[in-house]
């Protein structure tokens, strides 16, 4: 994992652990970030954060702003790194005036990304080929030209077979050749057919940020490098993908903050997700978090909290907090105090620390912060907690707001609790109410309803307030 990464998983920004490896199935040699080794001097956060601008996807340029501009269908086999590639594919294209189409009937490009891995998958493009070849013909004979391309490993590896068989393919582009697409396109538009599956020694697609082809997707998957020099003796991948390379870890850098922004504007723009992060800290002091091995320093801490902030206006944090860790002085223990102050976190979960066996700590490090010293300094970061976490909660005070019933309250049958769009609890009196929708009889709240409370008091760890209605998450975004 990149140095960065834990505090960007801890965030929900970033996949990782075993079932994102098990998901990001590559071809031999070929790792998604999170798998590989360790890089033992890389950027912190501060470069991850810097620079928002260049993570931005260009706008789509207006129909017709390059020569043979026009509707481009695409159809991905294979591992995933075809779909990194047709990712690839279609930003370059985009870039050129190309638009996206899901309908074939509709497409003037037909390109399919494909895989020769196996035998079976070879199959499955000629016999989509035989399918295209009908609707192909009935584009001619309306003069409506269509130009079909094959892309990827088995363009590599069987171009002339590819171009010759039946001719029907107009272009052939191998995984290095994506670049050259716009001018294969426009060779064939002309009636000819085109190719281009030259392998490089160093094209890593560094510069092009890929354009996620899964809309409504709820995972992304960052390519870290290409190519393959392992030479097993069953495999093609080196045959049709290029000797091994990496992408600079700036371009990594640059695009996994593209996918990382993308969630936080989702956050922000959708009414039906709680605006609420889990950013654990552990520590304030950058000289523990390195003991503890966090990958990241203080300071690139809060520029992601302050990121996060900038991101989705009143976001509610969360954070976990060790007391004590091995080697902790006074002096790092004040900085957690002060990180505590300057973020003012709405929900904290603190622990004194406690030695597990197997652990790296147990081997190399010592647990040699006395019990009682740890129990104090647990004691004050919950004291510290407790006074920022009502004052953020205090600023509530006389506002109006949405709550998801959850049930009776634990302390009392008589009232409700819910949560707020920061996942604080709201405590507020089961009571008759009206129905924002007009209906005339009083209702009551049910679990699962929506409802709005006007918050009367507050605490470290609760809301309480008045409930105005019952209404429904529709009706309370359209009334914003």
Not at 77 to 96: F, P
Not at 114 to 139: F, G, P
């Amino acid at each position: 994992m990149l140095p960065w990464g834990r505090a960007l998983r801890a965030a929900g920004l970033l996949r990782s652990g075993p079932g994102a490896a098990r998901r990001a199935r590559c071809g031999p040699g070929e790792r998604p970030v999170g798998r590989g080794a360790a890089l033992p001097a890389g950027p912190d956060l501060r470069h991850f954060l810097r620079g928002a601008a260049a993570g931005e996807t260009p706008p789509e340029p207006p129909p017709g702003s390059a020569p043979g501009a026009g509707r481009v269908y695409l159809e991905t086999y294979g591992c995933q790194m075809n779909v990194n590639d047709t990712e690839i594919a279609w930003a370059i294209l985009q870039k050129n005036g190309y638009r996206r189409t899901k309908e074939l009937d509709e497409a003037d490009v037909i390109l399919l990304v494909t895989c020769s891995v196996r035998e079976k998958a070879e199959q499955a493009i000629w016999n989509r080929l035989r399918h295209l070849k009908a609707l192909k013909a009935r584009r001619q004979q309306a003069r409506l030209p269509l130009r079909i391309g094959i892309l990827g490993c088995m363009a590599e590896r069987l171009k002339e077979e590819i171009l010759h068989r039946e001719k029907l393919v107009d272009i052939v582009a191998g995984p290095d050749a994506y670049r050259d697409l716009p001018r294969l396109l426009a060779v064939a538009e002309s009636g000819q057919q085109a190719a281009n599956v030259l392998l490089s020694l160093d094209e890593t697609y560094a510069d092009i940020l890929p354009v996620q082809t899964s809309a409504g997707g709820t995972t992304a998957f960052v390519s870290i490098m290409r190519g393959c020099d392992n030479m097993c003796s069953y495999c093609i991948v080196p045959f049709t993908r290029g000797r091994e390379r990496s992408r600079p870890i700036a371009s990594i850098l640059q695009e996994v903050r593209m996918l990382s922004d993308q969630v936080l504007q989702l956050i922000q723009e959708r009414y039906n997700i709680c605006k609420q992060l889990h950013l654990p800290a552990q520590s304030g002091s950058t000289r523990v978090l390195e003991a503890m091995r966090r990958g990241y320093t203080r300071e690139a801490y809060l520029e992601l909290v302050h990121h996060v902030r900038e991101s989705i206006p009143g976001v509610s944090l969360s954070s976990d907090f060790i007391a004590g860790f091995c080697g902790e002085t006074e002096e790092d223990h004040q900085q957690t105090v002060s990180l505590l102050r300057e973020v003012r976190y709405n929900i904290g979960f603190l622990f004194a620390y406690s030695m597990r066996q197997k652990t790296r700590a147990y081997h190399r490090l010592q647990d040699d912060v006395p019990a009682d010293i740890k129990q104090r300094r647990l004691e004050e970061l919950i004291t510290v907690f407790r006074e920022e976490a009502a004052r953020a909660n205090e600023a509530m005070v006389g506002q109006s707001q949405l709550v998801l019933v959850e049930g009776p309250s634990k302390r009392s049958p008589s009232e409700l609790c819910g949560r707020n769009d920061g996942n604080i609890k709201v405590i507020f009196r089961d009571a008759e109410t009206e129905d924002a929708a007009g209906c005339k009889a009083p209702v009551r709240a049910q679990p699962g309803d929506y409802v709005v409370v006007k918050v009367t008091s507050a605490s470290s760890q609760t809301l309480k307030g008045v409930l105005l209605c019952r209404t429904t998450l529709s009706r309370s975004a359209a009334s914003r």
